[in-house]
């Protein structure tokens, strides 16, 4: 799929040094993802089930089932995407486990609060009346706006697992997939799910160049375009990015359409309605439902596989899953050059470099698998 490199996964017996590769590339795996599925229609021999009217619209929405253990810091913040400001999207590392020689280290009580967090944050548990950074701030703050909207709102759909006595989990993922069964992107909901949320994925999306077809269905589109229009120019600000989603036809999928209760929900969210039929008439707008009742099956995989080898997992099975699909060859070489796609913009950050910008991280990890190591030496001794 690349322009002209070949990727090298370095191949090393420390899980360590391969999840700070993987942390370091994978905005380059994503980008080079949705930058080939969302031109597939110029792969030659490519034969999508709906070839003649190839993206001609979009389905996107949250499968629940996959979540997984993360830490329970929320207030991990994305300023990527300028339209939004600062977006909390909480931390999508594991945390800790109970046999991490940190925890071994700690008293009872703290014990238990350092369990919920990462090893990164597992110190903001035990500091008291922690004042957030001010960019911190507004984000929470933009967050608590959009809760407000959506919980006033007659059709929405928000989910925040914020359970403090167990370890929280995310939200699932968020699939963009194309009336012709194509994953064309997707993101991890680490935090929760909403407007805000949907919002971000999608704008990190196009600014990655990824192209969005002209339609979109969504389970709850009406509380999303009126949170694209009650927030535009307040916390959303103007961009090309921004205009190209107001001005794409929504409508609620077939599926979910009888629980909404607005006019519009009835008429111009209809897919049935005359400005949307180009985009729906004879188009599956449960291909999301569809797709998520096969990754049930693998739940259980999906929530065993700790951040940042999600990231790849998810890149790699969906690929296959695309190729499989399309007929596209999946170990056709420099397919992309061939295709005239772009490359990414991202640039790949070797073994070598990621591991020599990370020599502190590496030194501490070890001193860490050491004591661990002297600890089960002298539980065995002393046992």
């Known amino acids: 799929m690349t322009n002209s490199q070949t990727i090298e996964v370095p191949d090393i017996i420390q899980r360590f040094s391969h ?69 909390a999207i909480g931390c999508p590392r594991p945390p800790l486990r109970s046999s991490s020689s940190i925890l071994k280290n700690e008293l009872a009580n703290d014990k238990r609060k350092c369990k919920y967090y990462c090893i990164n944050h597992y110190n903001h548990s035990l500091i008291k009346n922690d004042s957030p950074d001010p960019l911190v701030a507004q984000a929470l703050e933009r967050e608590r706006m959009a809760d407000i909207f959506e919980a006033n709102d007659e059709c929405t759909v928000h989910r925040d697992e914020d359970d403090r006595e167990h370890k929280r989990r995310t939200a699932g993922f968020m699939a963009i997939v194309s009336n012709c069964n194509v994953i064309i992107g997707w993101n991890e909901s680490v935090r929760s799910e909403g407007m805000r949320r949907n919002t971000y994925h999608l704008l990190k999306y196009l600014h990655l160049g990824g192209i969005l077809p002209p339609a979109a269905a ?156 002297n600890n089960d030496i002298q539980d065995y001794i002393y046992d």
């Open 19 to 87: 999840d700070l590769y993987f942390e370091a590339n994978g905005l380059f795996f994503y980008e080079l993802f949705i930058k080939f599925w969302s031109r597939h229609g110029r792969v030659d021999g490519c034969e999508c089930h709906a070839k003649d009217t190839c993206m001609l619209n979009f389905v996107f929405d949250t499968h629940m089932k996959a979540h997984r253990l993360v830490c329970a810091h929320t207030e991990s913040c994305d300023e990527s995407i300028p339209e939004l400001g600062p977006v």
């Open 218 to 373: 969504y389970d709850s589109a009406c509380t999303f375009v009126a949170y694209l229009k009650n927030q535009y120019c307040i916390s959303i600000q103007q961009s090309p990015c921004v205009d190209e989603l107001l001005q794409k036809k929504y409508c609620i999928d077939r599926f979910h359409r009888r629980n909404h209760t607005r006019p519009e929900c009835k008429t111009t969210l209809s897919c049935s309605h005359p400005d949307n039929r180009p985009f729906f008439d004879n188009q599956n707008t449960q291909v999301c439902e569809q797709l998520f009742s096969h990754f049930t099956k693998l739940k259980a995989t999906l929530r065993s596989i700790a951040w940042p080898y999600s990231n790849i997992f998810y890149c790699i099975i969906f690929h296959l899953r695309n190729c499989f699909h399309t007929n596209i060859f999946p170990d056709n070489l420099y397919l992309a050059a061939k295709s005239n796609i772009p490359p990414p913009t991202k640039k790949l950050i070797s073994w070598v470099q990621v591991m020599a910008s990370h020599i502190d991280d590496i030194s501490e990890q070890k001193r860490s698998e050491s004591d661990e190591e």
